[in-house]
């Protein structure tokens, strides 16, 4: 195996392991500001109140929905990738799997932990399965494809989905509060820091640093 051959495969190795511990991670997220009671994310309340009206569990309806919104691609001409497949089905199981093992909570010393560790968790989430580079999530495929054939701003669209995206869940059942105002306020800053944090570079950048820099100083690179 050539030195290029191997650096492209843990390129690939550690950005898929990115990718799917990112998408589980978001799925974790995502239950403990259900346990936290104190409101959800916006799709997280559309998913609620699905699952109040139909008696599905909220990471069933997750991948319903999650089906659903990637079927929309079609008309907007979206290529869904790795990543947009499995996130529909990844976070999914990852919010029953999370929703089975931890327990409601009562309090607010029990419930404002709770929120913010799934709001911080939330933005790390994103960072790692958005730097993987396996395509957006079926949601975001959807604002970015929205906002390239209205030619609408990006703001502007996300806004119009998420707003209609609460409001159908609120009336739905779903919880709306403080957790979701403060998800709003704090998810873009934190994505953005850990996207930066967990930037996979390109593997020709690699090999040139491989080319030209010590054993150690390739190891200490990555």
């Known amino acids: ?36 009671g104190l409101g959800l994310s916006p799709w997280s309340v559309l998913d609620q109140g699905l699952a109040e009206k139909t008696g599905l569990t909220i990471g069933v309806v997750s991948i319903v929905v999650g089906a659903v919104v990637l079927l929309l691609w079609i008309p907007i001409r979206q290529r869904p990738g790795l ?45 790692l399965y958005i730097a993987a580079r396996f395509g957006p999530g079926p949601r975001d ?10 030619g609408r701003s990006i703001r502007l669209v996300r806004t119009a989905i998420e707003v209609v995206v609460v409001a159908t869940g609120f009336l739905l059942g779903g919880s709306v509060g403080v957790g979701t105002v403060l998800y709003a306020l704090a998810i ?5 820091f850990f996207l930066r944090w967990f930037a996979v570079p390109e593997p020709d950048a690699v090999s040139t640093t491989v080319a030209t820099a010590t054993p150690a100083g390739v190891i200490l690179r990555r």
């Open 141 to 150: 495929g959807l604002m970015t494809g929205l906002h390239r054939v209205t």
């Open 1 to 36: 195996m050539s030195i290029a051959s191997g650096l492209h495969g843990r390129h690939l190795t550690r950005r898929l392991i990115q990718l799917y511990v990112g998408l589980t991670l978001y799925g974790v997220s995502a239950a403990l500001l259900v346990r936290s």
């Open 188 to 192: 873009g800053p934190l994505a953005q």
């Open 83 to 127: 990543g947009t497949v499995s996130n529909v089905f990844v976070i999914g199981l990852a919010i029953d799997g999370t929703m089975a093992l931890v327990p409601d909570v009562h309090g607010l010393t029990g419930q404002v932990p709770l929120l913010v560790s799934g709001i911080v968790l939330n933005g790390l989430a994103t960072g």
